[in-house]
């Protein structure tokens, strides 16, 4: 038999579980036909490098993998299906989160597409507030493509226990609310629709207060995105950062090693980008020596717990894994720049559990996370929460201060890692690099 299931999220969108016998998976067929539907869709827009989806269990991202196009699915936990895990488990870039009262935790400008799939989200409601979010992070001339209610509304109506009347009139107020969010139809196609975010200022400048929505005012950074509340006004890209366009973008994998205007909004960032590429150069090769499963087909989940401007996951492009790069949020606001650079990312305070299931990553990398903020929270909480997310058999790479290697090396045999101390590429003495695998191990239950 086969079961529809919903699944509910940041997007919302159905697949199929096949029960009675047959192994248990998914059809990637709705995904393949979708994928070609919206090639003929939006043709022309080969720029796209980054894409925020919500087809949880992430077949399309998988598709799009293949093409150069890196796709993080966004969903939350909840009482369905681990959606999240499932991606994960494939292999395929994918966070826990959910759009609702505070900002998804990524810059402005982040997103070259955002797909959303029978999302079911009251999109013109509470003040297009969610609709608001979406262009913030969508960069200028980026892509919001919608499938399922309201388009296609006229054939569709019968099935989704509603009127004709009561859809036409949600599709023309999604219109009308897109279209004062300065985003034009871009193509329309059966169940797709597709809109671009407007990279005329002058629509942005006929924006005043009183317009519905309003213009943000200067009084949160729009990059901000820890904790920050959602704001029911239109985010203005800063018009000094003239490469944010999507066009004027450097196509990839060109941007991969271009400096952005973004690094200049980073004390010394110029400077520090300018030597990045060298220095994660030599510092991979030594990694690879030391760890010759790194940038093997062994590792496939990633993380830099602890980057700036995502030097690590750029050294390792050619490798068959992928990044997610993690930026304090009380360090330098930085994830702007590794968006620009085409590479995906997320805000996070490592005194608190990261918005993932356990086991999920293969190999995590951390350089000098405890010296910068080990006055905030205890060591063993972060090496703990660590422990949680990687997988049995997974990989660290912890690049500290000698200070704290031995206490982490005690901690981590408690936890029952193997680790081994080694230099750094350099030898440098105040500094040494802890190779760590966790090992699979069950705990012993004694019996009275």
């Known amino acids: 038999m086969v079961l529809p299931v919903l699944f509910t999220g940041f997007f919302l969108c159905f697949f199929w579980i096949l029960y009675k016998g047959q192994q248990r998976g998914h059809e990637q067929r709705r995904s393949t036909g979708f994928q ?24 399309w991202g998988g598709d799009l ?32 989160g959910i759009i609702s009262t505070q900002r998804l935790p990524f810059p402005s400008n982040s ?20 609709l608001l979010e979406i262009h913030r992070i969508l960069r200028p001339g980026g892509f919001w493509v919608l499938s399922g209610p309201p388009v296609n509304y006229e054939n569709r109506w019968r099935g989704w226990d509603t009127t004709v009347e009561a859809q036409k ?42 317009s519905y929505p309003p213009k943000c005012d200067d009084s949160r950074d729009p990059d901000s995105a820890w904790y920050i509340p959602l704001r029911p006004c239109i985010t203005i890209t800063n018009p000094d950062l003239k490469k944010l366009n999507l066009k004027t973008t450097p196509k990839w994998p060109e941007r991969l090693n271009v400096a952005t205007d973004r690094v200049s909004l980073v004390s010394g960032g110029n400077n520090i ?6 220095k994660w150069k030599v510092r991979m090769k030594h990694y690879q020596n030391l760890l010759p499963a ?32 993690v930026v304090s949020s009380y360090g330098a606001n930085s994830l702007g720049v590794i968006y620009d650079r ?10 608190e559990p990261f918005s993932t299931y356990p086991r999920t990553y293969d190999l995590l990398h951390l350089d000098g996370l405890f010296t910068a903020e080990s006055h905030r929270c205890e060591m063993k909480y972060v090496l703990l929460e660590m422990d949680r997310i990687l997988r049995p058999s997974g990989y660290v790479i912890i690049r500290e201060s ?12 408690g936890m029952k890692w193997r680790c081994e101390t080694k230099d750094t590429e350099y030898g440098v003495e105040k500094e040494k690099l802890l190779i760590c695998q966790k090992k699979l191990w069950y705990s012993k239950i004694s019996q009275e």
Request: charged fraction near 25%; proline fraction near 3%; hydrophobic fraction near 40%.
């Open 342 to 351: 085409g590479l995906i990312g997320t805000y996070h305070d490592w005194c």
């Open 36 to 59: 070609r539907d919206f090639r003929t869709e939006t043709r022309g827009i080969c720029w796209i490098r980054r894409l925020l989806d919500g087809y949880e269990v992430a077949s």
């Open 273 to 278: 980008f300018k030597h990045d590429q060298s």
């Open 111 to 130: 997103f070259d597409m955002a797909h959303c799939s029978r999302c079911l989200i009251p999109w013109t409601e509470f003040d297009g507030l969610y």
């Open 169 to 210: 009139a949600d599709f023309d107020s999604l219109k009308k609310l897109l279209t004062s969010m300065c985003f034009k139809l871009y193509n329309m196609k059966d169940d797709i629709a597709v809109w671009k975010k407007s990279t005329d200022d002058s629509c942005y400048n006929n924006l005043t207060p009183s």
């Open 402 to 413: 000698d200070y704290f290697i031995d206490a982490i090396s005690t901690i981590a045999r």
């Open 294 to 325: 790194l940038g093997s087909d062994k590792v496939r989940n990633v993380m830099d717990m602890n980057t700036l401007f995502g030097g690590f996951a750029a050294a390792l492009i050619k490798s068959p894994l992928w990044v997610m790069n």
């Open 65 to 96: 993998l293949d093409r150069g196009i890196l796709t993080l699915s966004l969903a939350p936990r909840d009482n369905h299906e681990a959606q999240v895990q499932f991606a994960l488990e494939r292999g395929i870039p994918a966070i826990l």
